[in-house]
Nanobody, 121 residues
């Protein structure tokens, strides 16, 4: 069974930095796109950043220049380096991965359990 396990959330002051990690485990053939989403209280879940298996990246306009997504394919891990954090970044952050369980089959979306990021003013 595939699992995505996130770590690295916590409380940080405005202007500070955090690094989130998400590791995929279990039995699968390949991981394709990976990404980070966030959901603030009372708001819908939104894309923060995404990265393809080849390293192409995509960012929400609100985080460009402050947040960097990267991945280590050998470790099946995706990272989110966040800096210059502000209170609007407070949310639960979720890891997402499109995984091909068996070669040639349809990719399946998996989600992590979420990690809380709280930015204090």
């Amino acid at each position: 069974q595939v699992q995505l396990v996130e770590s690295g959330g916590g409380l940080v002051q405005a202007g500070g930095s955090l690094r989130l990690s998400c590791a995929a485990s279990g039995s699968f053939f390949s991981i394709h796109d990976m990404g980070w989403y966030r959901q603030a209280a009372g708001k819908p879940r939104e894309l923060v950043a995404a990265i393809s298996s080849g390293g192409s990246t995509n960012y929400a306009d609100s985080v460009k220049g402050r947040i960097t997504i990267s991945r280590d394919n050998a470790k099946n891990t995706v990272y989110l380096q966040m800096s210059s954090l502000n209170v609007e970044d407070t949310a639960v952050y979720y890891c997402n991965a499109a995984i091909e369980l068996i070669w040639g089959t349809r990719r399946v979306d998996y989600w992590g359990q979420g990690t809380q990021v709280t930015v204090s003013s």
